[in-house]
């Protein structure tokens, strides 16, 4: 299979030892009730396997509704998942799953969400600072109208949320964004953190500017997540997101999926350049 004949969203690689592994939404009904996720693996990023099967949700009570944005993080010699599911009181969260290989079998891990019970949250991401664990995920537009991106430190086995989060900003706020009728709603989704070979932390995210999906780029100005950062131009703006950023053979990409259409979203990969301060498509 090639890139253009893989039918996912949210696509995300990990890079292990020179073989690629390939997760994602599975397409079909946005993701609903799709019991669960498969893997790809490539050894050239060009040509990949059949899907595999990595995580079922309906063997762990997780089929609910959604199953979405599956993203795997090697961390402290395991491989992670964090992964987007319906919770008991029928809003959504991210909830972390543990295998001991990239292939799986992903096991639920995390004592629940690990993202607020009350909260409509969606697309958590794993970064690490300082040794430090922390979750980066989105406060939906369905529950608050005006989606935001928040974070929160976990606990260092990667078990459940030890701080209330903070929210960084709205989807609003950039001076690009959309300039709506109240009322109207925002879109926040899909953070990654990447930190530049000079150092300098970025988060890319997603959202709408007239009705197309784009990938936006945040730059925290002394190098941690916190309130001190600025929001750059978007650098996907045709009907492009929800991605993340990976290294292969000495070479930066940035991988999303485009259209963001039913039925027809396929992975894209796009190299893209580090310039130190800032990330640029080539």
Known sequence: MRCDEINIRDPFILNENGKYYLYGTRAA????????????????????????????????????EVNWAPEVHKYKGLYYMLATFTKPNNLRGTYILRADNPMGPFV????????????????????????????????????IIDG?????ELSDDLTKRISEPVTLFSGSSP???????????????????FRTKDKTLLMIWSTFIGHTYIE?????????INDNFEHL??????????????????????????????????????????????IAVK
């Open 29 to 64: 009904h946005f993701g609903i009730k799709t019991n669960g996720f498969d893997v790809y693996t490539s050894n050239d990023l060009i040509e990949w396997s059949e899907p595999h099967e990595c995580f079922n949700s309906n063997e762990h009570g997780l089929n609910t």
């Open 233 to 278: 131009s978007p650098i996907i703006t045709d009907d492009g997101g929800h991605g993340m950023i990976f290294e292969a053979d000495d070479k930066l990409y940035l991988t999303f999926h485009s259209p963001n259409q039913t039925d027809y979203e396929r992975v894209k990969l796009t190299q893209i350049c580090d310039k130190g301060d800032t």
């Open 216 to 224: 936006a780029l945040v730059r925290f100005k002394d190098g941690k």
């Open 108 to 143: 639920p891990h995390s004592e629940g969400a690990v993202t607020p019970y009350e909260w409509e949250s969606l697309d958590g991401t794993l970064y690490i600072e300082d040794e430090k664990p922390y979750i980066v995920f989105c406060h939906e537009h369905t529950q």
């Open 175 to 193: 001076s690009w964004a959309d300039r709506k009728p109240e009322g109207e709603h925002y879109t926040t989704d899909g953070p990654f953190m």
């Open 148 to 152: 935001t991106v928040c974070y929160a």
